[in-house]
C-alpha cells in the first residue's frame, strides 16, 4: 500500500540555523506532496504544495524540494525561529485516492 | 471568512451512547474528511467524500459512520461508541485531493 513517512519524530535545533525535515514515500509516485504545520491541540495549517515537474518552491522563510528519483521532499526553514516550533506534516495521495499524511517531525527551535 | 467548523469542540461521554459530531464548511468545496489523531499515530483517516452521497472508507473506518447529504456537511456519527474511540478528531474539507485542505478546530473526545 502506498506510504509516506517522514523519519524524524523530533528535531531540536538553535535559534538562526536552518531546519530540514524530511518526507519519503513509498509505493507509488504521487503527482504532488503538500506541507502542514500543526500546532498542539489545533488543526493543521496548509503551508505549501510542491508538484511532481517542480523541483522547488518557496515562501518568505520556507521551501521545498520534491526529488521524484530519491522518493523524497525536504522542508527547509531559514532562519528559524522559536515561533517556529510546531510540528510539520506532509501529505499526498494517488489521483482519486485520500489525502493520507506522515506522521509528522516536532521542530523545536531554541533561543 | 472561509472556514471549518466542527461541534462540539470537547465531548465527554459513556460507552454505548449514540453521539454525532458535526462538521460543516462555507467553502462550497466538494471533498471533505474525517481524521483522528492520536499520540505516536498521526493523523489517521476514517472516512472521506468526493461529492455529495459519495463517501468512501479510510484507513480506520470500523465504528463510524458518516453521511454527505449536503455539499457543506459531513456528520461522524459513533452509534455505539467504546473507550477505543477516545481520540482528538478533525474534519477538513478541499477543492479535491490535489488542493489545500482546510481543517477545523478539532474535537476532543473522551468515552468512558
Known amino acids: 500500500s502506498q506510504k509516506i513517512e517522514q523519519n524524524s519524530e523530533a528535531l531540536n535545533i538553535q535559534e538562526g540555523k536552518t531546519a530540514t525535515l524530511t518526507c519519503n514515500y513509498t509505493?507509488?509516485?504521487?503527482?504532488?506532496l503538500q506541507w502542514y504545520r500543526q500546532d498542539p491541540g489545533r488543526g493543521p495549517v496548509f503551508l505549501l504544495l510542491i508538484r511532481e515537474n517542480e523541483k522547488e518552491k518557496r515562501k518568505e522563510r520556507l521551501k521545498v524540494t520534491f526529488d521524484t528519483t530519491l522518493k523524497q521532499s525536504l522542508f527547509h526553514i531559514t532562519a528559524s525561529q522559536p515561533a517556529d516550533s510546531a510540528t510539520y506534516l506532509c501529505?499526498?495521495?494517488?489521483?482519486?485516492?485520500?489525502?493520507?499524511f506522515g506522521k509528522g517531525t516536532t521542530l523545536s527551535v531554541s533561543s | 471568512e472561509a472556514q471549518v467548523t466542527q461541534n462540539p469542540r470537547y465531548l465527554i461521554t459513556v460507552t454505548g451512547k449514540k453521539l454525532t459530531v458535526t462538521c460543516s464548511q462555507n467553502m462550497n468545496h466538494e471533498y471533505m474528511s474525517w481524521y483522528r489523531q492520536d499520540p505516536g499515530l498521526g493523523l489517521r483517516q476514517i472516512y472521506y467524500s468526493m461529492n455529495v452521497e459519495v463517501t468512501d472508507k479510510g484507513d480506520v473506518p470500523e465504528g463510524y459512520k458518516v453521511s454527505r447529504k449536503e455539499k457543506r456537511n459531513f456528520p461522524l456519527i459513533l452509534e455505539s461508541p467504546s473507550p477505543n474511540q477516545t481520540s482528538l478528531y478533525f474534519c477538513a474539507s478541499s477543492r479535491g485531493t490535489r488542493f489545500e485542505a482546510f481543517f477545523g478546530q478539532g474535537t476532543r473526545l473522551t468515552v468512558v
Open positions: 509505493n507509488y509516485s504521487p503527482a504532488y
Open positions: 501529505a499526498s495521495n494517488q489521483a482519486g485516492t485520500a489525502l493520507i
